[in-house]
């Protein structure tokens, strides 16, 4: 007995050195440890169901091997009968097990562990149900039908009970289950719903522990996500101002994940944006956006995308409370191609609505710069379609109605055939009636510009030039 103890610990200390595992591999451990599972005394059990999930939660290799070695179905039968320290190593293993695929996850599945997980759930010891948690979020996250799996076995209202548990650690990790199973479809995230989650999780908003607040608002988002009567619910549960509390988190994914939330509220309607803007959400925003880089400044951006698209009065709202500077900022400061993408797409939708919501995008001097990065040819392929694409789009949205000609007029001289139909647009629309543009358009070299475009004869393009140079006498033309 003593040397079966001393092996399976030192086999258990082995297997959480990366340097050893191969070593362990190649002696066929898993073997080894699968007879040490069925050993009379408890101890020896437990710690070779610990070496196991080590070996395990290192390769997907080794997670195959514990699977073909028929180690699962001998572990979940004896799993209910067993003390509270096997309960976690077990749960360990199977969630080491599952994180690796959807097919390792669907092994688990169907050995019978998840009713044997349940069981878990329920147990008294604080620890047995965290283990239990782990593994139905590393079975549930990986796809809908997974998910469902874990729905049918019964976890989702014991997962709504460990959230009230008094244990920090147990709190977060049922959240994060909650929230990979809310992901995958409308359907899913009702079940949550329905077992009474949204009241539990908005109640822990104000909660000082960060990590606990990341899978709160996290869950909270994937629920928001799926369609407008799952947003009101969770808007309902009086999340509003609280959560604009988390933009100014010392913690950056409290931030981005409060800022997610905020986003996958507003994007489905104007009423939810409206909402949204009444409780000071944008000013909020606009902020966090302000005060942060990179990855963190995405979901706000969007969000204030989505709400100026929806109407202009809410656009005007992203303009009143000074949302365009951070916006402009965003594509000047920011390397990655995607947070670019995203800043251009939301000046494009704030600036589509009038003349007035075009000038103010305008003025901000921003013209140029989307023009830059439409026509950068140093960026990755892929990211430089999307970025470019959408300053495009942004660019388009704002000619299209402004009348501005200050900032129209710089673009003029480097803008490609199509962008520059849309600017040449614009000027043959403003100078027939300002004459203090007409001669600005002289003196700052537009009208000698214009007449270098080769157009075809006939075109809407030659059209608007024509509309231009009958606005001059034909000596000052020539």
Request: hydrophobic share 45%; aromatic share 4%; with cysteine.
């Amino acid at each position: 007995q003593r040397a079966r103890t001393q092996f399976v610990q030192a086999v258990a200390d082995l297997a959480a050195r990366p340097q050893s595992i191969e070593t362990l591999q190649s002696a066929g451990v898993v073997s080894l440890l699968r007879l040490l599972l069925l050993d009379v005394v408890p101890s020896v059990r437990q710690t070779a169901a610990l070496g196991l999930g080590r070996l395990a939660d290192y390769s997907v290799d080794l997670a195959e091997a514990v699977v073909k070695a028929g180690i699962l179905p001998q572990l979940v039968c004896s799993l209910p009968e067993e003390n509270r320290y096997y309960k976690k190593s077990a749960a360990f293993l199977l969630r080491a097990v599952a994180k690796h695929s959807p097919q390792l996850a669907q092994a688990i599945v169907q050995c019978g562990a998840l009713e044997t997980l349940v069981i878990c759930l329920e147990d008294f010891d604080p620890g047995v149900k965290e283990g239990a948690s782990w593994a139905f979020d590393y079975i549930a996250r990986h796809n809908p039908e997974l998910s469902q799996a874990v729905v049918d076995a019964g976890a989702v209202p014991l997962l709504v009970l460990c959230i009230q548990e008094p244990e920090i650690a147990l709190k977060r990790i049922a959240a994060s289950t909650l929230s990979d199973i809310s992901k995958h479809s409308p359907e899913l995230a009702q079940t949550v719903v329905d077992a009474g989650a949204i009241a539990h999780l908005a109640q822990m908003i104000p909660n000082p522990d960060a990590k606990l607040k990341r899978q709160v608002l996290s869950a909270l988002s994937q629920i928001a996500k799926h369609s407008v009567d799952l947003s009101e619910l969770v808007v309902e549960a009086e999340i509003f101002p609280v959560v604009l509390t988390c933009l100014k988190d010392s913690d950056e994914y409290v931030k981005k994940n409060g800022a997610t939330l905020i986003r996958e509220i507003a994007k489905h309607s104007p009423e939810l944006s409206q909402l949204i803007v009444n409780s000071g959400g944008v000013a909020a925003v606009i902020d966090c956006i302000g005060s942060c880089r990179g990855t963190v400044r995405l979901p706000g951006i969007m969000m204030l995308g989505y709400v100026a698209a929806h109407s202009e009065n809410l656009s005007m709202a992203v303009i009143v409370s000074k949302g365009i500077p951070p916006l402009c900022a965003c594509l000047i400061e920011e390397h990655e191609d995607h947070i670019k993408a995203a800043a251009a797409w939301a000046l494009g939708q704030i600036g589509r609505h009038t003349a007035e919501h075009a000038r103010h995008v305008a003025a901000a001097n921003v013209l140029p710069t989307l023009l830059d990065i439409y026509m950068d040819t140093r960026s990755s392929e892929d990211l430089k379609m999307k970025a470019s694409i959408f300053a495009k789009k942004a660019l388009k949205n704002v000619l299209q109605k402004c009348t501005y000609l200050p900032a129209l007029e710089p673009l003029l001289h480097d803008a490609p055939p199509n962008i520059m139909k849309h600017i040449i647009g614009q000027f043959s629309k403003v100078l027939p009636h300002d004459s203090k543009a007409r001669r600005l358009f002289v003196t700052t070299g537009g009208l000698k510009k214009v007449q270098e475009i080769k157009a075809e004869p006939g075109s809407l393009l030659q059209e608007y030039i024509n509309a231009i140079n009958n606005c001059y006498p034909e000596e000052i033309v020539r």
